[in-house]
């Protein structure tokens, strides 16, 4: 018995379970989803956009040591919460008092574990009187200062980086004025303190600021998570009901039978259960990337379903009884659904081997919930068609259309043969035709971005005017994340996305140390931003010497006697120098940029404002080997690009696994079922071009590889060998009941293309809702899918056919010269 024999005996006894113990393969399936079920409560939601993807790099290493190791005013560690104030002039006493209420409040609620606050209202006030150290003190002091007096306070810290690093970049010295400013607040928390701590003290705080006149709002990462989680909720009562509801329509249009439709409708329900299950008892958190997973299922759902009842049909209006008609659409469509099921693992389980663990955890989901598909609507769904229709005949229910979608005879069947019976003159030249469009888009979609932003994750700044038609109880909620963020973008100069740091380690007491930090300055490379007479805006050690020096003459006297050559950089007695920083004023600005034990520093460079991601980042890398001491490049531009880099890297390496992988696996299969290997490579060719033209879409609109959107190249290839899949697979048997490949074609397409057309269009249709998603990522992402779709079955209908016309006469000669050689042999 031959591999092929063997493969259509096993599938034949498998069928046979289902068609005569089709009750208890129901109850079976059913008590496994009452299993499952109960690992819906168990899902848990991961809140940390970014996060997930930056753990275990090497850059976010660097960046979390330079992050323990130095503390700035504006710097927002894990346990801190920033006042973000905007408005005309939010250094006027008015401004200032209504900044101080806001803290006053925060620092009376033992709860909100307040430790220290800093920023230009309290910096402003202790300037004035220096024994004012509680958020009331001081809000007491500026009520009682004059205007003069303010703007006196605020001329003398105009010079304190720890004043001016919280004012926006518009601050103007001598008018006192800026149009946003920055108040950190830092909590003292215990050991055990959580994120969801966090949150709950900063959304307390949120409310507090809310209630005070005047643009003030609370940020920080409890927030970011907060809204993170509410985003994913929300993007998930938008997208559910509206695919349901478009999975209705075409379903009923597909199935045209309640009873069906309310079968169909049970196993798609149960794959979203059992998937969801899994993710429970795994462990794998539910993200924003996971959003996308029940939607993938039910679209293969779909697409297995139709094409079960549709092939049950066409045996049953030709007289067959229920038995022996889903025996013969069951061993037709059971091998067809295990390539399918195999190919479609290695589209989704090729983002297994990224190195983003959001992306890999996706890759999981999608693959276990893509077999549990093929077990429900494979196994389950006919035996339950079955049962269904044994109690439908014995009470007697209606049945309301058993007609299949096409036929042969049918308008639709016609219009979906037109490309075989086209193909039929000259499908080389066709071949040719369809190969070269297709370079010709994957060359111009080469060219597409890669891209990997904090804001990918975040809600838009402004929703989508169709929010205001969103019946009240499935509208989102208000979101103000993104447009703080923005905010702070705007407003002021450098932040962790405008700048990169560069982490020194070395003994910064030698007499070199300091210019050593400096040199390296003269000559910056082109994407760092440039200062005065041409070196590179930095912040550093040497930079708060200098600043504190020019306010303080009797510390300017002690460097000036440091000084040997005369450029304003000591370069002997560090060791008093820094004792004497760090005992002035100027300490918390210097601790800043160098470690107490003096063997760490970090320099900080404002980039380009034209720079991208990418060469402020390679640019960095590059200028760290500059310096005398060890120094690595770190920051957040940094970190994002090797994410950016990674994602491009996740996208090609799936694609290439998938495509590999399924070529291999159908070659393997159809020698195996049908000693014909070739076919495998005529299966792969539709999918190659619809990939091709899809990543020149993504070009052409616009669009990116990012977090998301990089993973629809190798679940474009799952999706899609579908649909060739499930043409070449009925053209096979066609063709061994014709012997003409053109008739086999003809039928084919007419008959498996009507439930090709039903299956794209659900699914095309309800992958696009994800369009509506609040977040921007997961609506490119659900654009994508559906083209990737539409793509899949236009290749299907028109690429396949000469392909297989070509393949057939190649087949044809192959087979022609074999019995030739036999005669010759015979003779002889």
Not at 589 to 617: F, G, M, N, P, W
Request: glycine share 8%; aromatic share 8%.
């Amino acid at each position: 018995m031959t591999t092929g024999e063997r493969i259509e005996a096993a599938t034949e006894a498998l069928n046979e379970v289902i068609v005569s113990r089709s009750k208890t393969v129901v109850i079976a399936f059913l008590v496994m989803t009452v299993v499952f079920a109960g690992g819906f409560g168990l899902v848990s939601t991961d809140t940390d956009s970014t996060d997930s993807f930056t753990n275990d790099l090497p850059e976010q290493d660097a960046l979390d040591a330079v992050n323990e190791e130095f503390e700035g005013p504006f710097e927002a560690s894990d346990e801190s919460t920033q006042l973000v104030h905007s408005g005309n002039n939010v250094l006027t006493k008015t401004a200032l008092v209504r900044n101080l209420a806001v803290l006053e409040r925060v620092e009376q609620r033992d709860d909100l574990r307040v430790a220290s606050a800093t920023g230009p209202a309290p910096l402003i006030a202790q300037t004035i009187d220096p024994s004012a150290t509680t958020a009331a003190e001081q809000r007491r002091v500026i009520e009682s200062a004059t205007s003069a007096e303010i703007r006196q306070a605020i001329r003398e810290r105009s010079d304190d980086p720890r004043f001016t690093g919280t004012v926006s970049e518009d601050f103007n010295p001598t008018a006192a004025s800026a149009s946003a400013s920055v108040t950190g607040i830092t909590h003292d928390v215990p050991s055990d303190f959580s994120d969801d701590d966090l949150t709950e003290i900063q959304l307390a705080i949120e409310t507090i600021a809310s209630e005070e006149s005047g643009d003030i709002r609370a940020f920080g990462s409890g927030i970011v998570d907060a809204e993170t989680g509410t985003v994913i909720g929300d993007s998930m009562t938008l997208v559910m009901p509206v695919v349901i509801v478009l999975l209705l329509v075409f379903l009923i249009v597909a199935y045209r039978d309640p009873i069906d439709l309310a079968l169909g409708l049970l196993a798609l329900l149960m794959t979203v259960i059992w998937t969801f299950g899994f993710l429970g008892y795994s462990g794998i958190p539910f993200n924003q990337q996971m959003i996308s997973v029940p939607v993938l299922l039910l679209a293969v759902g779909v697409d297995f379903g139709i094409h079960i009842i549709n092939r049950y049909r066409e045996e049953t209006v030709q007289g067959f009884e229920p038995l022996e008609a889903m025996r013969t659409a069951n061993n037709q469509l059971m091998v067809a659904f295990v390539i399918v099921t195999v190919t479609t693992v290695f589209g989704f389980g090729a983002n297994i081997a990224s190195d983003l663990g959001p992306i890999r955890n996706m890759g999981i989901a999608s693959s276990v919930g893509i077999i549990f598909t093929f077990l429900i609507f494979g196994l389950f769904l006919p035996a339950a068609k079955l049962e269904v229709d044994e109690l439908r005949e014995r009470f007697g229910v209606p049945e309301f259309n058993s007609e299949p979608i096409a036929s042969e005879e049918s308008t639709l069947g016609r219009l979906l043969a037109m490309p075989a019976k086209a193909s039929q003159h000259a499908p080389l030249l066709l071949v040719v035709v369809i190969l070269v469009a297709g370079a010709g888009a994957a060359g111009y979609g080469a060219g597409v971005d890669t891209s990997f932003e904090e804001k990918d994750f975040l809600p838009p700044e402004e929703q989508p005017a169709y929010i205001e038609y969103v019946p009240g109880p499935l509208a989102p909620g208000e979101y103000t994340v993104t447009e703080t963020y923005n905010l702070l973008e705007d407003k002021f100069a450098t932040n962790q996305d405008q700048s990169v740091k560069i982490y020194v380690k070395g003994s910064f007491e030698e007499d070199h140390a300091l210019e050593a930090l400096a040199s390296p300055n003269d000559d910056p490379p082109s994407n760092l931003a440039v200062g005065e007479g041409g070196k590179a805006d930095a912040r550093s050690i040497v930079t708060v010497i200098q600043a504190y020096a020019d306010r303080d003459p009797e510390f300017a006297a002690l460097v000036e006697r440091n000084d040997r050559d005369g450029n304003g950089i000591p370069d002997r007695n560090l060791d008093i120098i820094y004792d004497e920083l760090f005992a002035s004023p100027a300490a918390p600005q210097a601790e800043r940029y160098l470690t107490e034990d003096r063997r760490s520093a970090q320099v900080e460079y404002a980039i380009d404002s034209d720079a991208s991601q990418r060469a402020a980042a390679a640019d960095a890398a590059e200028f760290a080997d500059d310096f005398r001491y060890t120094a690595t490049a770190t920051g957040g531009i940094v970190v994002f690009a090797a994410v950016t880099d990674l994602i491009f890297a996740s996208a090609i390496e799936g694609l290439i696994l998938a495509v590999g992988l399924t070529a291999v696996f159908l070659v393997i299969a159809y020698a195996a079922l049908e000693r014909k290997p070739l076919l495998g490579i005529v299966n792969v060719f539709p999918i190659l071009i619809s990939i091709a033209f899809l990543i020149g879409t993504m070009r052409y609109l616009g669009m990116s590889l990012n977090a998301l959107t990089a993973t629809i190249l190798s679940i474009s290839v799952g999706l899609g060998i579908a649909y060739s899949v499930h043409a070449t697979h009925r053209f096979i048997d066609e063709l061994k009941e014709s012997d003409d490949a053109l008739t086999a074609l003809i039928t084919t397409l007419s008959g498996t293309g009507g439930a090709l057309m039903g299956s794209m269009l659900t699914t095309s249709l309800g992958t696009g809702a994800l369009a509506l998603a609040i977040t921007p990522v997961l609506g490119d992402f659900g654009l994508l899918m559906a083209l990737s779709v539409l793509y899949s079955f236009i290749t299907s209908i028109v690429a396949l056919p000469p392909a297989m016309l070509l393949w057939a006469r190649y087949d044809e000669s192959q087979s022609l010269w074999k019995r030739l050689f036999a005669g010759s042999k015979a003779t002889k």
